[in-house]
Structures are given as C-alpha cells and as structure tokens.
C-alpha cells in the first residue's frame, strides 16, 4: 500500500522554526509537494520538488523562509520552516505525484495522485 505520513507539527512562536517529515512508502514518486489549509480558506500549494533533477518550486510568500528537501535512502520529505509568522498557521500535507509535473501546474491539487493525512503548524 502506498503511503505519506507527515510529522513534525506543533506549536511555536513567531519568528520560531518547525521541520516537517512526510515518510513515503510503497512506491518511488516523481514529484512531491507541501500544501496547506488554513480554516476557512482553500488548500494552497507552498513548496515542491521534483526528484528526477531536484528542481524546487516555492510560492512568493515562502521563499527564502521554508526549504523542501527529499532524502532518498530514507524516502522521506521534509520542510524546513524559518521565520514562521502567524499567518502560516495551517493543516500541512505532502503531496506525491507520479510524474513530472509542469512548473505552471507545480501547485495545482489535481497532478498529485496521494495525500498524507496532515500535520497542524500553529504560530503564535
């Protein structure tokens, strides 16, 4: 069976960090994806990767604060968040698609085939 199962959320302080984990099982994916839902608002992709040539995409608002990274051996994603601000309050999920997937649709839901169940990052 395949499998994303995020960890690494919690609670922290503005201008804390947070690493999050998404450990993959089950099958060896193209492209993986952070997204995130705040309540009241639509999912929102954040930051992705394409493991085939390591290209990484992030939106306007995090870039220079998150990083995304995939370790291979352990077939396990992360995100680094830095200088978290409240606004980054959120369900975070990973995201895994099978193959590559154009840059414009990078953050589009519907190229990614298999969802983590989610872990909850509250800034405060």
């Known amino acids: 069976d395949v499998q994303l199962v995020e960890s690494g959320g919690g609670s922290v302080q503005a201008g804390g960090s947070v690493r999050l984990s998404c450990a993959a099982s089950?099958?060896?994916?193209?492209?993986y994806s952070w997204f995130r839902q705040a309540p009241g608002q639509e999912r929102e992709g954040v930051a992705a990767?394409?493991?085939?040539?390591?290209?990484?995409s992030y939106v306007e608002f995090v870039k220079d604060r998150f990083t995304i990274s995939k370790d291979n051996a352990k077939n396990t994603l992360y995100l680094q968040m830095n200088s978290l601000k409240p606004e980054d309050t959120a369900m975070y999920y990973c995201?895994?698609?099978?193959?590559?997937?154009?840059?414009?649709?990078?953050?589009?839901?519907?190229?990614?085939?298999?969802w983590g169940q989610g872990t909850q990052v509250t800034v405060s």
């Open positions: 089950g099958y060896t994916f193209n492209t």
């Open positions: 995201a895994a698609g099978v193959h590559v997937v154009a840059y414009w649709r990078i953050f589009n839901s519907l190229e990614y085939h298999y």
């Open positions: 990767i394409d493991t085939g040539d390591g290209s990484t």
